[in-house]
Protein backbone atom coordinates (compact mmCIF):
# COMPACT_ATOMS: atom_id res chain seq x y z
CA UNK A 1 0.00 0.00 0.00
CA UNK A 2 3.26 2.74 0.14
CA UNK A 3 2.88 3.36 -3.34
CA UNK A 4 -0.67 4.79 -2.80
CA UNK A 5 1.26 6.49 0.21
CA UNK A 6 2.79 8.24 -1.49
CA UNK A 7 0.77 8.76 -4.92
CA UNK A 8 -1.57 10.63 -2.36
CA UNK A 9 1.26 12.67 -1.04
CA UNK A 10 1.82 14.17 -4.06
CA UNK A 11 -1.48 14.62 -4.82
CA UNK A 12 -2.94 16.49 -2.03
CA UNK A 13 0.91 18.46 -1.92
CA UNK A 14 1.29 17.33 1.63
CA UNK A 15 4.58 16.65 3.97
CA UNK A 16 5.68 13.83 4.27
CA UNK A 17 3.83 11.23 6.84
CA UNK A 18 4.70 10.35 10.22
CA UNK A 19 4.10 6.87 9.08
CA UNK A 20 3.31 4.85 6.60
CA UNK A 21 2.66 1.58 8.02
CA UNK A 22 -1.30 1.68 8.99
CA UNK A 23 -3.66 -1.07 9.26
CA UNK A 24 -7.34 -1.17 8.57
CA UNK A 25 -10.22 -2.97 11.23
CA UNK A 26 -12.76 -3.80 8.30
CA UNK A 27 -16.86 -3.63 9.10
CA UNK A 28 -16.87 -3.12 12.87
CA UNK A 29 -20.35 -3.18 13.67
CA UNK A 30 -21.80 -0.55 15.57
CA UNK A 31 -25.47 -1.17 17.04
CA UNK A 32 -28.15 1.59 16.69
CA UNK A 33 -31.19 1.91 19.77
CA UNK A 34 -33.39 0.16 17.37
CA UNK A 35 -30.46 -2.70 16.77
CA UNK A 36 -29.68 -1.77 13.47
CA UNK A 37 -26.34 -2.18 12.77
CA UNK A 38 -23.83 -0.16 11.22
CA UNK A 39 -20.67 -0.35 9.81
CA UNK A 40 -17.12 0.97 9.81
CA UNK A 41 -13.69 1.03 8.69
CA UNK A 42 -11.18 2.05 11.39
CA UNK A 43 -7.52 3.65 10.26
CA UNK A 44 -4.73 3.41 12.53
CA UNK A 45 -0.83 3.30 12.86
CA UNK A 46 0.38 0.17 13.33
CA UNK A 47 2.06 0.61 16.42
CA UNK A 48 0.85 3.19 19.04
CA UNK A 49 -2.73 3.64 16.85
CA UNK A 50 -4.90 3.04 20.68
CA UNK A 51 -5.41 6.38 22.31
CA UNK A 52 -4.68 8.90 19.42
CA UNK A 53 -6.78 11.79 18.46
CA UNK A 54 -9.74 10.15 16.49
CA UNK A 55 -11.36 11.43 13.12
CA UNK A 56 -14.89 10.65 12.66
CA UNK A 57 -16.60 10.27 9.80
CA UNK A 58 -20.28 9.44 8.94
CA UNK A 59 -20.88 8.78 4.77
CA UNK A 60 -23.19 7.62 2.54
CA UNK A 61 -20.53 6.83 -0.21
CA UNK A 62 -18.34 4.08 1.06
CA UNK A 63 -15.45 3.51 2.99
CA UNK A 64 -13.22 2.06 0.38
CA UNK A 65 -11.02 3.09 -2.72
CA UNK A 66 -10.57 7.04 -3.33
CA UNK A 67 -12.34 7.70 0.13
CA UNK A 68 -10.53 5.49 2.30
CA UNK A 69 -7.55 6.48 1.02
CA UNK A 70 -8.37 10.22 2.03
CA UNK A 71 -10.42 10.23 4.54
CA UNK A 72 -8.42 7.22 6.24
CA UNK A 73 -4.85 6.52 4.81
CA UNK A 74 -3.84 10.16 4.65
CA UNK A 75 -4.92 11.29 8.73
CA UNK A 76 -3.54 8.13 10.04
CA UNK A 77 -0.35 8.43 8.45
CA UNK A 78 -0.34 12.00 10.63
CA UNK A 79 -1.14 11.87 14.33
CA UNK A 80 -4.80 10.22 13.87
CA UNK A 81 -7.02 7.35 13.89
CA UNK A 82 -9.93 7.34 11.90
CA UNK A 83 -13.19 5.73 11.99
CA UNK A 84 -15.39 5.95 8.85
CA UNK A 85 -19.02 4.90 9.21
CA UNK A 86 -21.33 3.89 6.13
CA UNK A 87 -23.97 5.76 7.17
CA UNK A 88 -27.82 3.59 7.71
CA UNK A 89 -28.93 2.11 4.68
CA UNK A 90 -25.39 2.40 2.59
CA UNK A 91 -22.44 0.42 1.44
CA UNK A 92 -23.23 -2.79 4.19
CA UNK A 93 -24.95 -1.21 6.91
CA UNK A 94 -28.35 -2.05 8.00
CA UNK A 95 -31.71 -0.15 7.64
CA UNK A 96 -33.15 1.78 4.79
CA UNK A 97 -31.16 5.21 3.68
CA UNK A 98 -33.77 7.48 3.85
CA UNK A 99 -31.57 11.00 3.15
CA UNK A 100 -31.09 12.88 5.95
CA UNK A 101 -33.85 11.87 7.99
CA UNK A 102 -32.38 9.67 10.14
CA UNK A 103 -28.78 11.56 10.73
CA UNK A 104 -29.25 12.89 14.13
CA UNK A 105 -30.75 9.50 15.99
CA UNK A 106 -27.95 7.84 14.31
CA UNK A 107 -25.10 10.33 14.68
CA UNK A 108 -25.68 10.80 18.03
CA UNK A 109 -25.90 6.86 18.93
CA UNK A 110 -22.62 6.83 17.05
CA UNK A 111 -20.70 8.98 18.97
CA UNK A 112 -22.13 7.24 22.37
CA UNK A 113 -20.73 4.36 20.81
CA UNK A 114 -17.21 5.70 19.35
CA UNK A 115 -16.51 7.22 23.32
CA UNK A 116 -16.75 3.67 25.09
CA UNK A 117 -14.19 2.45 22.83
CA UNK A 118 -10.86 1.33 24.64
CA UNK A 119 -8.91 2.63 21.95
CA UNK A 120 -10.43 6.06 21.44
CA UNK A 121 -9.02 8.24 23.80
CA UNK A 122 -10.00 11.73 24.84
CA UNK A 123 -10.45 13.44 21.62
CA UNK A 124 -12.76 12.89 18.59
CA UNK A 125 -12.92 16.24 15.49
CA UNK A 126 -15.67 15.46 13.68
CA UNK A 127 -14.53 15.82 9.73
CA UNK A 128 -16.24 15.70 6.37
CA UNK A 129 -17.61 17.50 3.22
CA UNK A 130 -21.14 17.61 1.76
CA UNK A 131 -23.40 15.16 3.22
CA UNK A 132 -20.31 14.18 5.45
CA UNK A 133 -20.72 17.60 7.24
CA UNK A 134 -24.26 17.83 6.86
CA UNK A 135 -24.24 14.83 9.40
CA UNK A 136 -22.28 17.13 11.64
CA UNK A 137 -24.82 19.58 12.13
CA UNK A 138 -27.31 17.18 12.62
CA UNK A 139 -25.60 16.56 16.23
CA UNK A 140 -23.71 20.31 17.01
CA UNK A 141 -25.59 21.36 19.70
CA UNK A 142 -25.26 17.58 21.77
CA UNK A 143 -21.57 16.90 21.60
CA UNK A 144 -19.92 14.73 23.80
CA UNK A 145 -16.57 16.15 25.56
CA UNK A 146 -14.39 14.59 23.54
CA UNK A 147 -15.70 16.37 20.60
CA UNK A 148 -12.92 18.91 20.14
CA UNK A 149 -13.34 20.49 16.74
CA UNK A 150 -15.84 20.24 13.74
CA UNK A 151 -14.43 20.59 10.10
CA UNK A 152 -17.36 20.47 7.87
CA UNK A 153 -16.72 21.73 3.81
CA UNK A 154 -18.59 22.61 1.25
CA UNK A 155 -21.75 21.68 3.00
CA UNK A 156 -24.66 23.31 5.44
CA UNK A 157 -26.99 22.90 8.32
CA UNK A 158 -30.14 22.66 6.08
CA UNK A 159 -28.47 20.84 2.99
CA UNK A 160 -31.41 20.26 0.58
CA UNK A 161 -33.89 23.19 1.50
CA UNK A 162 -31.87 25.75 -0.42
CA UNK A 163 -33.22 23.96 -3.85
CA UNK A 164 -36.24 23.98 -3.33
CA UNK A 165 -37.25 27.58 -2.69
CA UNK A 166 -40.47 28.38 -3.83
CA UNK A 167 -39.06 31.32 -5.69
CA UNK A 168 -36.55 29.36 -7.56
CA UNK A 169 -36.68 25.56 -8.13
CA UNK A 170 -32.96 23.90 -8.53
CA UNK A 171 -33.18 20.97 -10.69
CA UNK A 172 -30.09 19.39 -11.80
CA UNK A 173 -28.39 19.09 -8.15
CA UNK A 174 -30.79 17.54 -5.97
CA UNK A 175 -32.50 15.60 -9.47
CA UNK A 176 -28.65 14.08 -10.16
CA UNK A 177 -27.97 13.48 -6.67
CA UNK A 178 -31.40 11.40 -6.05
CA UNK A 179 -30.51 9.37 -9.26
CA UNK A 180 -27.20 8.66 -8.40
CA UNK A 181 -28.17 7.17 -5.05
CA UNK A 182 -30.79 5.10 -6.66
CA UNK A 183 -28.50 3.81 -9.56
CA UNK A 184 -25.63 1.07 -8.70
CA UNK A 185 -22.39 1.83 -9.25
CA UNK A 186 -21.71 1.71 -13.16
CA UNK A 187 -19.03 -1.03 -13.97
CA UNK A 188 -16.34 0.12 -16.65
CA UNK A 189 -16.21 3.61 -18.68
CA UNK A 190 -19.21 2.66 -21.43
CA UNK A 191 -21.38 2.24 -18.51
CA UNK A 192 -20.34 5.20 -16.86
CA UNK A 193 -21.07 7.33 -20.18
CA UNK A 194 -24.25 5.95 -20.79
CA UNK A 195 -25.57 6.60 -17.54
CA UNK A 196 -24.68 9.95 -17.78
CA UNK A 197 -26.22 10.93 -20.93
CA UNK A 198 -29.57 9.36 -19.98
CA UNK A 199 -29.75 11.40 -16.64
CA UNK A 200 -28.80 14.46 -18.88
CA UNK A 201 -31.64 13.16 -20.91
CA UNK A 202 -33.85 12.43 -18.50
CA UNK A 203 -34.53 16.26 -17.67
CA UNK A 204 -36.19 17.08 -20.54
CA UNK A 205 -38.44 14.79 -19.10
CA UNK A 206 -41.86 16.55 -19.59
CA UNK A 207 -43.68 16.06 -17.38
CA UNK A 208 -41.08 15.98 -14.94
CA UNK A 209 -42.80 13.70 -12.27
CA UNK A 210 -41.33 11.04 -14.83
CA UNK A 211 -37.88 12.28 -14.95
CA UNK A 212 -36.61 9.65 -12.02
CA UNK A 213 -38.18 6.54 -14.09
CA UNK A 214 -36.66 7.91 -17.39
CA UNK A 215 -33.33 8.36 -15.70
CA UNK A 216 -33.30 4.67 -13.42
CA UNK A 217 -35.96 2.98 -14.79
CA UNK A 218 -37.88 3.46 -11.41
CA UNK A 219 -39.59 6.08 -8.92
CA UNK A 220 -37.18 7.80 -6.76
CA UNK A 221 -38.85 8.69 -3.69
CA UNK A 222 -36.13 11.50 -2.65
CA UNK A 223 -36.86 13.30 -6.23
CA UNK A 224 -40.50 12.89 -5.94
CA UNK A 225 -39.64 14.88 -2.81
CA UNK A 226 -38.03 17.76 -4.06
CA UNK A 227 -40.86 17.70 -6.86
CA UNK A 228 -43.61 17.97 -4.71
CA UNK A 229 -42.64 20.18 -1.32
CA UNK A 230 -41.27 22.90 -0.92
CA UNK A 231 -38.83 24.03 1.13
CA UNK A 232 -41.93 24.89 4.13
CA UNK A 233 -43.45 21.73 3.24
CA UNK A 234 -44.13 19.51 6.58
CA UNK A 235 -42.56 16.69 4.60
CA UNK A 236 -39.02 18.40 5.59
CA UNK A 237 -39.23 18.40 9.01
CA UNK A 238 -36.32 17.20 10.86
CA UNK A 239 -34.31 17.54 8.03
CA UNK A 240 -33.44 21.75 9.25
CA UNK A 241 -30.18 21.78 11.78
CA UNK A 242 -29.86 25.38 11.14
CA UNK A 243 -31.38 26.18 14.90
CA UNK A 244 -28.56 23.81 16.27
CA UNK A 245 -25.11 25.62 14.88
CA UNK A 246 -25.56 28.33 17.50
CA UNK A 247 -25.01 25.67 20.25
CA UNK A 248 -22.12 24.20 18.64
CA UNK A 249 -19.75 24.86 21.65
CA UNK A 250 -16.58 23.53 20.03
CA UNK A 251 -14.43 25.43 17.72
CA UNK A 252 -15.46 24.95 13.56
CA UNK A 253 -13.74 25.97 10.62
CA UNK A 254 -15.36 25.48 7.65
CA UNK A 255 -14.07 25.54 3.77
CA UNK A 256 -16.10 26.25 1.02
CA UNK A 257 -15.82 27.40 -2.62
CA UNK A 258 -17.47 30.35 -4.63
CA UNK A 259 -18.90 27.88 -7.38
CA UNK A 260 -19.65 25.45 -4.39
CA UNK A 261 -24.11 25.22 -4.72
CA UNK A 262 -24.23 25.36 -0.51
CA UNK A 263 -22.45 28.74 -0.10
CA UNK A 264 -25.11 30.98 0.32
CA UNK A 265 -26.07 28.34 3.55
CA UNK A 266 -22.53 27.98 4.46
CA UNK A 267 -22.21 31.47 5.20
CA UNK A 268 -25.14 31.68 7.27
CA UNK A 269 -24.20 28.93 9.49
CA UNK A 270 -20.65 30.77 10.20
CA UNK A 271 -22.85 34.21 10.70
CA UNK A 272 -24.79 32.05 13.67
CA UNK A 273 -21.50 30.97 15.22
CA UNK A 274 -20.09 34.25 14.87
CA UNK A 275 -23.18 36.05 16.26
CA UNK A 276 -23.04 33.61 19.38
CA UNK A 277 -19.53 34.26 20.42
CA UNK A 278 -18.72 30.54 18.70
CA UNK A 279 -15.15 30.19 17.90
CA UNK A 280 -15.26 29.61 14.46
CA UNK A 281 -13.28 30.43 10.93
CA UNK A 282 -14.57 30.16 7.15
CA UNK A 283 -12.43 29.72 4.06
CA UNK A 284 -13.72 30.71 0.57
CA UNK A 285 -11.57 29.21 -2.06
CA UNK A 286 -12.04 29.45 -6.67
CA UNK A 287 -13.81 25.96 -6.19
CA UNK A 288 -16.92 23.87 -7.57
CA UNK A 289 -18.09 21.36 -5.22
CA UNK A 290 -16.30 18.74 -7.07
CA UNK A 291 -12.81 20.67 -7.58
CA UNK A 292 -11.93 20.96 -4.15
CA UNK A 293 -8.17 20.95 -3.25
CA UNK A 294 -6.02 20.13 -0.46
CA UNK A 295 -7.70 22.87 1.87
CA UNK A 296 -9.42 20.50 3.94
CA UNK A 297 -7.04 18.08 4.66
CA UNK A 298 -4.87 20.99 5.66
CA UNK A 299 -7.09 22.18 8.20
CA UNK A 300 -7.72 18.62 9.76
CA UNK A 301 -3.82 18.54 10.38
CA UNK A 302 -3.18 21.76 11.63
CA UNK A 303 -6.68 23.49 13.07
CA UNK A 304 -7.80 20.04 14.18
CA UNK A 305 -4.71 17.76 14.96
CA UNK A 306 -4.12 20.90 17.40
CA UNK A 307 -7.31 21.51 19.17
CA UNK A 308 -7.63 17.98 19.66
CA UNK A 309 -4.00 17.36 21.04
CA UNK A 310 -5.48 20.12 23.27
CA UNK A 311 -3.23 23.16 21.64
CA UNK A 312 -3.85 26.59 20.17
CA UNK A 313 -4.29 26.00 16.20
CA UNK A 314 -2.32 28.57 14.29
CA UNK A 315 -3.16 31.89 14.66
CA UNK A 316 -5.05 33.63 10.79
CA UNK A 317 -7.79 35.86 10.67
CA UNK A 318 -11.67 34.49 11.33
CA UNK A 319 -12.48 34.68 7.28
CA UNK A 320 -10.01 34.21 4.43
CA UNK A 321 -11.15 34.76 1.14
CA UNK A 322 -9.67 33.72 -2.39
CA UNK A 323 -10.19 36.95 -4.38
CA UNK A 324 -10.85 36.20 -8.03
CA UNK A 325 -9.79 38.60 -10.50
CA UNK A 326 -6.78 38.90 -8.46
CA UNK A 327 -5.97 35.51 -7.99
CA UNK A 328 -4.83 35.74 -4.37
CA UNK A 329 -5.93 35.26 -0.50
CA UNK A 330 -7.17 37.96 1.94
CA UNK A 331 -7.90 38.08 5.36
CA UNK A 332 -10.78 39.33 6.64
CA UNK A 333 -12.53 39.96 10.32
CA UNK A 334 -16.10 38.95 9.47
CA UNK A 335 -18.59 38.05 6.63
CA UNK A 336 -19.55 39.93 5.01
CA UNK A 337 -16.48 42.31 5.52
CA UNK A 338 -16.35 45.69 6.80
CA UNK A 339 -15.30 48.52 4.20
CA UNK A 340 -17.60 47.29 1.62
CA UNK A 341 -20.62 49.64 0.74
CA UNK A 342 -22.82 48.85 -1.66
CA UNK A 343 -23.03 50.44 -5.17
CA UNK A 344 -25.51 50.88 -7.44
CA UNK A 345 -24.83 50.05 -10.90
CA UNK A 346 -27.70 51.21 -13.23
CA UNK A 347 -29.05 49.24 -16.80
CA UNK A 348 -28.72 51.91 -19.35
CA UNK A 349 -30.26 52.25 -23.07
CA UNK A 350 -28.05 50.56 -25.52
CA UNK A 351 -26.90 47.92 -23.56
CA UNK A 352 -24.88 50.53 -21.51
CA UNK A 353 -24.09 49.95 -17.41
CA UNK A 354 -22.85 52.62 -15.36
CA UNK A 355 -23.30 54.05 -11.91
CA UNK A 356 -24.92 57.14 -12.92
CA UNK A 357 -28.94 57.67 -13.05
CA UNK A 358 -30.77 55.83 -15.54
CA UNK A 359 -32.22 57.52 -18.91
CA UNK A 360 -35.22 57.96 -20.60
CA UNK A 361 -35.72 54.76 -22.72
CA UNK A 362 -37.85 52.04 -23.76
CA UNK A 363 -37.47 48.78 -22.08
CA UNK A 364 -35.76 46.05 -23.72
CA UNK A 365 -37.60 42.83 -24.83
CA UNK A 366 -36.76 39.16 -25.48
CA UNK A 367 -38.74 36.26 -26.14
CA UNK A 368 -38.20 33.42 -23.83
CA UNK A 369 -38.69 29.42 -24.82
CA UNK A 370 -38.93 26.89 -22.53
CA UNK A 371 -38.62 24.13 -25.18
CA UNK A 372 -35.11 25.62 -26.07
CA UNK A 373 -34.33 26.91 -22.67
CA UNK A 374 -31.59 29.35 -22.18
CA UNK A 375 -29.01 27.02 -20.81
CA UNK A 376 -26.66 26.72 -18.04
CA UNK A 377 -22.80 27.50 -18.46
CA UNK A 378 -21.08 27.61 -15.21
CA UNK A 379 -21.89 28.64 -12.00
CA UNK A 380 -22.50 27.04 -8.94
CA UNK A 381 -23.18 23.79 -9.85
CA UNK A 382 -22.28 20.15 -8.78
CA UNK A 383 -20.69 19.25 -12.04
CA UNK A 384 -19.42 21.53 -14.91
CA UNK A 385 -20.19 24.72 -13.00
CA UNK A 386 -17.14 27.75 -12.05
CA UNK A 387 -15.56 30.65 -14.16
CA UNK A 388 -16.27 29.42 -17.99
CA UNK A 389 -16.41 31.75 -21.22
CA UNK A 390 -19.85 33.09 -21.70
CA UNK A 391 -19.02 34.79 -25.10
CA UNK A 392 -21.11 32.56 -27.00
CA UNK A 393 -24.44 32.30 -24.60
CA UNK A 394 -24.29 36.08 -24.79
CA UNK A 395 -25.07 35.69 -28.42
CA UNK A 396 -28.40 34.36 -27.76
CA UNK A 397 -31.50 36.57 -28.87
CA UNK A 398 -32.90 35.68 -25.15
CA UNK A 399 -30.22 37.16 -22.58
CA UNK A 400 -29.65 40.60 -22.78
CA UNK A 401 -26.11 41.96 -21.60
CA UNK A 402 -25.19 45.43 -19.86
CA UNK A 403 -21.60 46.80 -19.93
CA UNK A 404 -19.61 49.47 -18.51
CA UNK A 405 -17.06 51.29 -20.65
CA UNK A 406 -13.67 50.52 -19.94
CA UNK A 407 -12.34 50.27 -16.27
CA UNK A 408 -9.56 52.81 -15.65
CA UNK A 409 -8.97 51.82 -12.34
CA UNK A 410 -9.54 48.26 -9.97
CA UNK A 411 -12.81 47.33 -8.85
CA UNK A 412 -13.16 45.09 -5.53
CA UNK A 413 -16.38 43.56 -5.01
CA UNK A 414 -16.75 41.37 -1.64
CA UNK A 415 -19.74 40.79 -0.18
CA UNK A 416 -23.33 40.05 -0.92
CA UNK A 417 -24.49 40.93 -4.45
CA UNK A 418 -27.99 41.28 -5.40
CA UNK A 419 -29.93 42.66 -8.22
CA UNK A 420 -33.59 45.06 -8.50
CA UNK A 421 -35.30 44.42 -12.33
CA UNK A 422 -38.22 46.17 -13.19
CA UNK A 423 -39.90 43.65 -15.00
CA UNK A 424 -43.14 42.11 -17.31
CA UNK A 425 -44.04 38.94 -18.84
CA UNK A 426 -46.75 38.15 -21.29
CA UNK A 427 -47.52 35.18 -18.93
CA UNK A 428 -47.80 35.58 -15.19
CA UNK A 429 -45.64 33.03 -14.42
CA UNK A 430 -41.80 33.77 -15.44
CA UNK A 431 -38.33 33.59 -14.18
CA UNK A 432 -35.51 36.39 -14.14
CA UNK A 433 -31.59 35.26 -13.93
CA UNK A 434 -29.27 37.58 -13.58
CA UNK A 435 -25.40 37.15 -13.57
CA UNK A 436 -22.54 39.63 -13.25
CA UNK A 437 -19.44 38.83 -15.70
CA UNK A 438 -16.11 40.16 -15.79
CA UNK A 439 -15.16 41.12 -19.73
CA UNK A 440 -11.27 41.01 -20.37
CA UNK A 441 -9.91 43.35 -22.62
CA UNK A 442 -9.82 40.55 -25.45
CA UNK A 443 -14.04 40.58 -25.42
CA UNK A 444 -13.45 37.11 -23.17
CA UNK A 445 -16.75 37.30 -20.70
CA UNK A 446 -16.58 35.05 -17.56
CA UNK A 447 -19.41 34.53 -15.33
CA UNK A 448 -18.62 35.89 -11.45
CA UNK A 449 -21.75 35.05 -9.96
CA UNK A 450 -25.63 34.67 -10.39
CA UNK A 451 -29.06 34.32 -9.22
CA UNK A 452 -32.87 33.52 -10.47
CA UNK A 453 -36.50 34.28 -8.82
CA UNK A 454 -39.18 32.96 -9.73
CA UNK A 455 -42.24 35.44 -9.79
CA UNK A 456 -46.36 35.09 -9.93
CA UNK A 457 -48.14 37.90 -11.28
CA UNK A 458 -45.25 38.38 -13.43
CA UNK A 459 -47.37 39.92 -16.12
CA UNK A 460 -47.77 43.15 -14.07
CA UNK A 461 -45.23 45.82 -14.05
CA UNK A 462 -42.86 44.84 -10.38
CA UNK A 463 -39.19 45.27 -9.63
CA UNK A 464 -37.56 41.52 -9.35
CA UNK A 465 -35.17 41.29 -6.17
CA UNK A 466 -32.68 38.29 -7.35
CA UNK A 467 -30.12 37.19 -4.88
CA UNK A 468 -26.78 36.52 -6.63
CA UNK A 469 -24.16 34.20 -4.96
CA UNK A 470 -21.42 35.94 -2.58
CA UNK A 471 -18.61 36.50 -3.68
CA UNK A 472 -14.96 38.38 -3.95
CA UNK A 473 -13.98 39.06 -7.12
CA UNK A 474 -11.81 42.27 -8.48
CA UNK A 475 -12.44 43.62 -11.80
CA UNK A 476 -8.66 44.74 -13.55
CA UNK A 477 -8.25 48.10 -14.80
CA UNK A 478 -8.90 47.84 -18.67
CA UNK A 479 -11.82 44.91 -18.18
CA UNK A 480 -15.25 46.30 -18.17
CA UNK A 481 -18.13 45.04 -15.89
CA UNK A 482 -21.29 43.05 -17.71
CA UNK A 483 -25.00 41.90 -15.86
CA UNK A 484 -26.78 39.48 -17.80
CA UNK A 485 -30.65 39.45 -17.59
CA UNK A 486 -32.31 36.22 -19.17
CA UNK A 487 -35.69 33.66 -18.06
CA UNK A 488 -33.47 30.95 -17.14
CA UNK A 489 -30.30 28.86 -16.80
CA UNK A 490 -30.98 25.01 -17.22
CA UNK A 491 -30.76 22.39 -16.13
CA UNK A 492 -29.54 24.13 -13.17
CA UNK A 493 -32.55 25.79 -12.36
CA UNK A 494 -36.22 24.11 -13.67
CA UNK A 495 -37.19 25.34 -16.88
CA UNK A 496 -40.62 27.72 -16.25
CA UNK A 497 -43.54 26.99 -18.54
CA UNK A 498 -45.29 29.98 -17.93
CA UNK A 499 -48.07 28.11 -16.54
CA UNK A 500 -47.73 27.78 -13.17
CA UNK A 501 -48.98 24.45 -12.98
CA UNK A 502 -46.59 22.44 -10.08
CA UNK A 503 -43.68 19.90 -12.32
CA UNK A 504 -45.11 17.35 -10.27
CA UNK A 505 -48.39 17.07 -12.01
CA UNK A 506 -49.09 14.61 -14.52
CA UNK A 507 -50.79 17.13 -16.76
CA UNK A 508 -47.49 19.29 -16.76
CA UNK A 509 -46.62 18.96 -20.24
CA UNK A 510 -47.47 22.55 -21.64
CA UNK A 511 -44.57 24.65 -22.14
CA UNK A 512 -45.44 28.70 -23.48
CA UNK A 513 -43.26 31.14 -24.72
CA UNK A 514 -43.25 34.22 -23.05
CA UNK A 515 -42.41 37.89 -24.22
CA UNK A 516 -40.35 39.17 -21.54
CA UNK A 517 -39.52 43.35 -20.50
CA UNK A 518 -37.01 44.58 -18.55
CA UNK A 519 -36.86 48.18 -18.35
CA UNK A 520 -34.30 50.92 -16.82
CA UNK A 521 -35.87 54.96 -16.59
CA UNK A 522 -35.82 57.30 -13.91
CA UNK A 523 -38.89 55.68 -12.68
CA UNK A 524 -38.28 52.21 -12.84
CA UNK A 525 -34.40 52.00 -12.64
CA UNK A 526 -33.34 48.28 -13.28
CA UNK A 527 -30.00 47.92 -11.23
CA UNK A 528 -27.33 45.51 -9.99
CA UNK A 529 -25.72 46.28 -6.15
CA UNK A 530 -22.16 45.66 -5.78
CA UNK A 531 -20.44 45.72 -2.57
CA UNK A 532 -17.26 47.46 -3.24
CA UNK A 533 -14.16 48.97 -1.52
CA UNK A 534 -14.23 52.43 -0.79
CA UNK A 535 -17.99 53.27 -2.13
CA UNK A 536 -20.22 55.78 -1.63
Not at 65 to 82: D, I, K, N, Y
Not at 153 to 176: I, K, Q, V
Not at 492 to 516: I, K
Request: net charge neutral; hydrophobic share 40%.
Amino acid sequence: MQPISHLAQRVLKLDPPLTRDVIVQRDLRMPMPDDTVLLADRWAPRSGGEGLPLVLVRSPYGRRGPVGVQLGRVPAERGFQVLIQSVRGTHGSGGVFDPMRQERDDGLATLEWVVEQPWCGESVVLVGASYLGYVQWAVADRLPPQVKAMIPNMTESALTLEFLRADGLSLETPFTWGVNNALPEPTGVLRGLAQMRRKQRALDTLPLSGADVAATGQRVEYIQDILTHDADSPRWTGLDHRHRVPEAAVPVSSVGGWFDIFLPGQIRDFQALQAAGRHARLTIGPWTHANLDNTPTRELLSFGLALARGERPPERAPVRLYVMGEEAWGDFLSWPPPGYRPQRFHLQPGGALSTGAPADSAPDRYLYDPTDPTPAVGGARAAGGGRKDNTKLETRPDVLTYTTTVLDQDVEVVGEVSAEIWFRSSRPFADVFVRLCDVDGRGRSVNVCDGLVSLSGADKLSRATVRLWPTAYRFRRGHRIRVQVSSGAFPRYARNPGTGVSPATATATELRTADQEVFHDPARPSAIILPMHGAR
